[in-house]
């Protein structure tokens, strides 16, 4: 497709070609394990699905579109990604990673990776260019970095991380699942690689499972290809068509959900309940500033702490809603509800977690499309709980 044109229309042609031999709108489900040969390593350019499938391919390109890369990858689910990527590590290399992550990317680099010679170092980022100064060596080979994170909002700044350390064989890898390709885009900013979690808004409806890599390298793209057909972690065909099909309506959505998202942050500055909001979009944000600049609107991830931080009232809060379902994930177009301490981040220790805020008070909300009005009203009933 032509640069030029908007996300909006982007997102519902990024990957689609016509079937062919039927004039077929929506790419077909290639339900096949293998195929045909004319003759000995004669081919239509498929030979075998964990290596290539047409389908796939269709939502590799459509990730590569809309992120405005030369290269995409699907995986079966966001670790799988993430576990493709850190294969290009060998033993004795460094890792920098944002001090606040997702619990799962944490435990994937402590308990797999880091049993095989790698080191990994959890740093702030807020001012990148002196913590990186103090961290960075002749063994650092990559460098992690979600903004806004999970589940703290924190933000950090691409490109300021990617001159500082532009030159130095250092992969600069952004996950962008919170924000998605119509919020921000990472490559522009210099960085190296971006990876989603393509279960939250890629998909955006809570019914497949998926990761993905994006690379503008070729020579990159073609070892991470490499280690995709070799480690056999890939998407299946139903679930890239379910994917194809979430990212048709990606604009819309993710407008909904930065609308609804403000609304529920203007809310909770209301209630004398809340003792803080994370939220990138509110001007006494730490990170709102770097987040004007590299992000066209703040997202629909919220997170709270009670007044007291007191498990207790947390568990009745989040036990409490109608609306906001109190589930694991995110990025789905119904509102969930999550305690981040005994859910998503359990995997990360106690005294490590609550460093960067991530408390028994803490809430976090995946704000959904619904109406805004009904989101609030379901929100009071669980405050008028722990009163």
Same mark, same amino acid.
């Given at each position: 497709?032509?640069?030029?044109?908007?996300?909006?229309?982007?997102?519902?042609?990024?990957?689609?070609?016509?079937?062919?031999?039927?004039?077929?709108?929506?790419?077909?489900?290639?339900?096949?394990?293998?195929?045909?040969?004319?003759?000995?390593?004669?081919?239509?350019?498929?030979?075998?699905?964990?290596?290539?499938?047409?389908?796939?391919?269709?939502?590799?390109?459509?990730?590569?579109?809309?992120?405005?890369?030369?290269?995409?990858?699907?995986?079966?689910?966001?670790?799988?990604?993430?576990?493709?990527?850190?294969?290009?590590?060998?033993?004795?290399?460094?890792?920098?990673?944002?001090?606040?992550?997702?619990?799962?990317?944490?435990?994937?680099?402590?308990?797999?990776?880091?049993?095989?010679?790698?080191?990994?170092?959890?740093?702030?980022?807020?001012?990148?260019?002196?913590?990186?100064?103090?961290?960075?060596?002749?063994?650092?080979?990559?460098?992690?970095?979600?903004?806004?994170?999970?589940?703290?909002?924190?933000?950090?700044?691409?490109?300021?991380?990617?001159?500082?350390?532009?030159?130095?064989?250092?992969?600069?890898?952004?996950?962008?699942?919170?924000?998605?390709?119509?919020?921000?885009?990472?490559?522009?900013?210099?960085?190296?690689?971006?990876?989603?979690?393509?279960?939250?808004?890629?998909?955006?409806?809570?019914?497949?499972?998926?990761?993905?890599?994006?690379? /503008?390298?070729?020579?990159?793209?073609? *070892?991470?290809? +490499? $280690?995709?057909? !070799?480690? %056999? #972690? @890939?998407?299946?065909?139903?679930?890239?068509?379910?994917?194809?099909?979430?990212?048709?309506?990606?604009?819309?959505?993710?407008?909904?959900?930065?609308?609804?998202?403000?609304?529920?942050?203007?809310?909770?500055?209301?209630?004398?309940?809340?003792?803080?909001?994370?939220?990138?979009?509110?001007?006494?944000?730490?990170?709102?500033?770097?987040?004007?600049?590299?992000?066209?609107?703040?997202?629909?991830?919220?997170?709270?702490?009670?007044?007291?931080?007191?498990?207790?009232?947390? /568990?009745?809060?989040?036990?409490?809603? *109608?609306?906001? +379902? $109190?589930?694991? !994930?995110? %990025? #789905? @177009?119904?509102?969930?509800?999550?305690?981040?301490?005994?859910?998503?981040?359990?995997?990360?220790?106690?005294?490590?977690?609550?460093?960067?805020?991530?408390?028994?008070?803490?809430?976090?909300?995946?704000?959904?499309?619904?109406?805004?009005?009904?989101?609030?009203?379901?929100?009071?009933?669980?405050?008028?709980?722990?009163?």
């Amino acid at each position: 497709m032509s640069d030029g044109i908007g996300k909006g229309t982007r997102a519902v042609h990024a990957g689609v070609k016509h079937d062919p031999s039927t004039g077929a709108i929506m790419t077909p489900v290639y339900f096949t394990s293998t195929y045909a040969q004319t003759k000995v390593g004669e081919h239509k350019g498929y030979e075998y699905s964990r290596t290539q499938n047409p389908t796939r391919h269709a939502l590799e390109n459509a990730f590569a579109e809309l992120e405005g890369a030369n290269h995409g990858l699907a995986f079966a689910s966001g670790l799988a990604a993430m576990d493709n990527l850190l294969k290009l590590l060998k033993p004795g290399d460094e890792v920098i990673s944002t001090n606040d992550l997702y619990g799962g990317s944490y435990r994937l680099f402590t308990t797999i990776f880091a049993n095989y010679g790698i080191k990994f170092h959890f740093v702030n980022l807020d001012n990148c260019e002196s913590a990186l100064s103090e961290v960075v060596n002749e063994n650092t080979r990559m460098i992690w970095i979600e903004t806004p994170t999970n589940p703290m909002m924190q933000i950090t700044d691409i490109q300021a991380v990617s001159n500082a350390v532009k030159g130095k064989n250092i992969l600069v890898c952004v996950d962008n699942t919170f924000a998605t390709p119509m919020l921000q885009q990472p490559l522009y900013l210099g960085a190296d690689v971006v990876m989603h979690s393509a279960t939250k808004y890629l998909g955006g409806h809570s019914d497949v499972v998926m990761g993905c890599l994006m690379v /503008n390298d070729d020579e990159l793209n073609d *070892k991470l290809r +490499t $280690l995709q057909n !070799s480690c %056999g #972690g @890939v998407a299946g065909p139903m679930d890239c068509f379910l994917v194809m099909r979430g990212l048709k309506t990606l604009h819309l959505r993710m407008a909904r959900h930065c609308e609804n998202g403000r609304a529920v942050v203007a809310y909770l500055k209301t209630n004398d309940q809340v003792e803080k909001i994370y939220w990138p979009g509110l001007k006494s944000d730490p990170g709102h500033e770097i987040a004007s600049r590299q992000m066209s609107d703040f997202g629909g991830m919220v997170a709270f702490t009670l007044k007291g931080d007191s498990l207790a009232s947390a /568990n009745t809060f989040v036990e409490s809603t *109608k609306i906001f +379902t $109190l589930a694991e !994930s995110l %990025g #789905g @177009v119904e509102s969930l509800i999550g305690h981040p301490a005994s859910m998503t981040h359990a995997s990360i220790p106690k005294e490590i977690r609550e460093k960067v805020g991530v408390t028994d008070g803490l809430i976090r909300l995946s704000i959904g499309v619904e109406d805004a009005v009904d989101l609030i009203e379901d929100l009071k009933l669980a405050f008028k709980e722990i009163l």
